[in-house]
């Protein structure tokens, strides 16, 4: 079995900073740490975090990293910004497979819609700071495919509860 958290960026400031540059507002730390805390509650451990390589998302995924005691290097994906459903994709088909449990750090719409592609819910939206977890009842990543997943965790700081 595989599973993959998919995790959306926390809140970011709008200053005029390039979208890229973009860091996190207070707000964003904090939410970002509350959910981080909900999976550690969870028992939760990640063998890969991988991340679009904006700052704001790096910033997120560092903060996750940090609750739950990930001590390895964050990947950095340049495909994850400003991407396509089908690019998530062929980046989780190419995780290695001694990885069962890993975090993709991206950005909302591709998030929300990679995960209603993916798993049998039809999600609306995952907010900034949101999680939404699918396991794939496959040996490989090279198996995961569209409609092939189950949806077993959504939480989001506004949401306040899990599934």
Same mark, same amino acid.
Request: some cysteine; aromatic content about 8%; overall charge positive.
């Given at each position: #079995? ?9 809140? @970011?400031?709008?200053?005029? =900073? !390039? ?6 507002? &207070? ?7 509350? #959910? ?13 975090? +991988?991340? %679009? !390589?904006?700052?704001?998302?790096? #910033? =997120? @995924? &560092?903060?996750?990293? &940090? ?6 290097? +964050? ?7 400003? %991407? ?26 591709? +998030? ?38 189950? #949806?077993?965790?959504?939480?989001? !700081? ?6």
């Amino acid at each position: #079995m595989k599973i993959v958290y998919f995790i959306r960026h926390a809140k @970011a400031v709008h200053d005029g =900073t !390039p979208d890229f540059d973009r860091g996190l507002e &207070q707000r964003g730390f904090s939410d970002a740490r509350l #959910m981080a805390e909900h999976l550690r509650e969870k028992n939760v451990k990640f063998d890969k975090i +991988i991340s %679009s !390589p904006s700052k704001r998302t790096m #910033m =997120t @995924a &560092q903060i996750f990293a &940090q609750v739950l005691g990930y001590g390895k290097n +964050i990947k950095e994906v340049k495909e994850l910004y400003a %991407s396509s459903t089908g690019r998530i994709i062929s980046v989780l088909n190419d995780v290695k497979d001694k990885h069962g449990c890993v975090a993709v750090v991206g950005h909302n719409e591709e +998030i929300t819609e990679v995960c209603r592609l993916l798993s049998d819910e039809a999600l609306e939206h995952i907010p900034t700071s949101g999680v939404c977890a699918i396991a794939f009842k496959v040996a490989s990543w090279a198996d995961v495919e569209i409609g092939s997943g189950k #949806m077993i965790y959504f939480d989001s !700081p506004k949401k306040g509860k899990k599934i």
